[in-house]
Each structure stands twice: as structure tokens, then as C-alpha cells.
């Protein structure tokens, strides 16, 4: 019940291309869903991060899509560049229970290239 | 400002031999965490804290040990170490339960 699946294990993408990475979980007290970018050789930074009460929120190039009901959620990254070449994470917190201290149940990551 | 600082950056262990990795935030953060990242399984919540003085296990405990006598520090000790804990560590520290996490640069260790 705690699991975050992610998919694909990697993925190729052509610059320009629509990268999609998606992410399934069971638990549904889970309310918040982040989503981090990992570089080779640095620790993960936070890219964008969706709460249930919306199904969309994008930020820049990069887009959350959210179906509560599925309990699925997916990353869009518009116009991939290769400097968006990472491995990513999703992510999923049960963040409104103060005892749960916020931890982070995180996906298996996807490693993404973009081709110049 | 340094953010999230972690020591030692590698370092390599035998079997049964014993060491602390030490995290520092300089952001005033209340919650701080620690990670092992392995391949194909993403990153694992070893131990946390939600305040100085305060220490609770995450999903992976077993074989760690944490404290958190100062605020800004976040202490994890392998007392006898063994291959099953050759990982990347990662230290992160946050704000509150809905804030962005903030990661340190990591620790890889190998245990042989």
C-alpha cells in the first residue's frame, strides 16, 4: 500500500519530443505528489509537485497531470532539450498527517535522454 | 549559504567496521531525513526527524542508527556495516510536511 510505481525504466526522447513518465500508487491517503530531477553525481532537487484537489498544473515546460480516481499521475516535459537529460523521480506523502513526518515513498526512477 | 552539506563524500568499509555520516543544514529546517538510493529502486527513507531531540524509522531502519542533538545535524551510524548497505546516502532537510525537500550532494559508500 505504501508502493509508488514508476514507468518507463528509461526512456529516449528526440529533442523537441514530448517526454511522459507515469506513476501509480495504492495508497490513497497520499496528498501530495512531488516530482524531482536527479543530475549524475547530485542529490535530487524538487522540479514540480501537484496536490489532489487539481488534475493539471504545469510550470514552464513541465506539466503534472493528475487522476485521483486511477490514482495515477504522470510527468509531460513540452519540448524536451537535452539538458533535461536526468533521471527523474515521482513521489507521493501523506503530508497533512503531522505524524508521518512529511516522508517521502519515492518511485524506482526513469532515466531519460534527449537526442540532440 | 550551503544548503545541505554531507561528510564524508566516499567512502570505503570492510565488513564489520563501523561509521558515522554526518549531515548540516544552514537553512534553519525543522524535518530532516535520510535516504539510500540503489539502482532500480529509487530512494528508500532510512530514518528521519521532525525536531531536535527527535528521531523515527522510515522504511528501511534496519542496521542504521540516527541522532539529532543539534538542529542544523543529522547523524547516521552503520554500527557494523555490510555489503547489503554498499548505497548512495542522502541527507535532505525541509520546512514542514508540504515543503520541498532539499537533498545533499550524497555520501557513496562500499562496503566490502
Known amino acids: 500500500q505504501q508502493q509508488v510505481k514508476q514507468s518507463p525504466q528509461s526512456l529516449i526522447v528526440q529533442k523537441g519530443g514530448i517526454s511522459i513518465i507515469n506513476c501509480a500508487y495504492e495508497n490513497t491517503a497520499f496528498d501530495y505528489f512531488p516530482w524531482y530531477q536527479q543530475f549524475p553525481g547530485k542529490g535530487p532537487a524538487l522540479l514540480i509537485a501537484?496536490?489532489?484537489?487539481?488534475s493539471e498544473k504545469k510550470e514552464g515546460r513541465f506539466t503534472i497531470s493528475f487522476n485521483k480516481s486511477a490514482k495515477q499521475f504522470s510527468l509531460h516535459i513540452m519540448d524536451s532539450q537535452p539538458g533535461d537529460s536526468a533521471t527523474y523521480f515521482c513521489?507521493?506523502?501523506?503530508?497533512?498527517?503531522?505524524?508521518?513526518?512529511?516522508?517521502?515513498?519515492f518511485g524506482q526512477g526513469t532515466e531519460l535522454s534527449v537526442k540532440p | 549559504n550551503a544548503g545541505v552539506t554531507q561528510t564524508p563524500k566516499f567512502r570505503v568499509l570492510k565488513t564489520g567496521q563501523s561509521m558515522t555520516l554526518l549531515c548540516a543544514q544552514d537553512m534553519n529546517h525543522e524535518y530532516m531525513y535520510w535516504y539510500r538510493q540503489d539502482p532500480g529502486m529509487g530512494l528508500r527513507l532510512i530514518h528521519y526527524?521532525?525536531?531536535?531531540?527527535?528521531?523515527a524509522k522510515g522504511e528501511v531502519p534496519d542496521g542504521y542508527n540516527v541522532s539529532r542533538l543539534k538542529k542544523q545535524n543529522f547523524l547516521l551510524g552503520l554500527e557494523s556495516a555490510a555489503p547489503s548497505q554498499t548505497s548512495v546516502y542522502f541527507c535532505?532537510?525541509?520546512?514542514?510536511?508540504?515543503?520541498?525537500?532539499?537533498f545533499g550532494p550524497g555520501t557513496r559508500l562500499t562496503v566490502l
Open positions: 535532505a532537510s525541509g520546512r514542514g510536511t508540504t515543503d520541498t525537500q532539499y
Open positions: 526527524s521532525v525536531g531536535e531531540g527527535t528521531t
Open positions: 501537484i496536490r489532489p484537489d487539481v
Open positions: 513521489a507521493a506523502s501523506r503530508a497533512q498527517a503531522y505524524n508521518q513526518g512529511g516522508k517521502l515513498i
